[in-house]
């Protein structure tokens, strides 16, 4: 009888074989189980994942060798990706911060060419998401856990002006204010001084 190894594949076939994610391991750590005979150790990884368009999800593994661990990771964090907008492709729409337990992140969009501004697990996130410019600053707990926690959230709360004017059905002109009256307001201003 002849088996056929077409078995089972379906979506999650083509899931598996697209290499369209980049990841990056954030941290290892050993971890030890105290036992009867003495102490059986382990490793935790924490990985994050993302499309480098506008997608990013983070996990973490814990296994007794690190590549088990780090493989868990990623097939978690492909599990749990949100898709974040992006302003033209490059940085955030709107500043926005974030929060997770004792970690707090605050992120700003940036001006062409100024680059990711971001120590250490929030950078990765910034990376893998696709971000090229962006300022970012931690405060609090700098455990990695934490601070990619709060950075996600912050990042989930990120709306564009057209998902804006949808949601209040209006134009996306009405939402986004006017650049000439700016611009008009302040040469008055400094033609009054």
């Not at 970690?103 to 910034?126: D, K, L, S, W």
């Not at 057209?162 to 939402?175: L, N």
Request: glycine share 12%; proline share 4%.
């Amino acid at each position: 009888m002849a088996r056929d190894d077409n078995r089972g594949g379906g979506r999650r076939g083509q899931r598996d074989e697209t290499p369209e994610f980049a990841d990056r391991l954030v941290a290892i750590n050993r971890v030890s189980k105290t036992v009867k005979g003495g102490k059986r150790f382990g490793f935790a990884a924490l990985v994050v994942v993302g499309d480098q368009r506008g997608r990013v999800g983070f996990g973490k593994g814990k296994a007794k060798e690190v590549p088990e661990a780090i493989r868990k990771a990623t097939e978690q964090a492909k599990r749990q990706m949100i898709r974040v907008p992006l302003r033209d492709g490059r940085t955030l729409h709107h500043d926005t911060a974030g929060r997770h337990g004792a970690g707090r992140v605050y992120m700003r969009t940036a001006p062409q060419g100024t680059g990711i501004i971001a120590g250490g697990p929030m950078r990765a996130v910034f990376e893998m998401l696709g971000v090229q410019d962006v300022v970012a600053k931690s405060i609090g707990s700098s455990n990695p856990y934490n601070m990619i926690r709060a950075t996600i959230q912050g990042l989930a709360g990120e709306a564009s002006p057209r998902s804006v004017a949808q949601r209040r059905g209006k134009k996306v002109a009405d939402i986004l204010p006017k650049r000439e009256d700016s611009n008009q307001s302040s040469d008055i201003v400094a033609e009054e001084a």
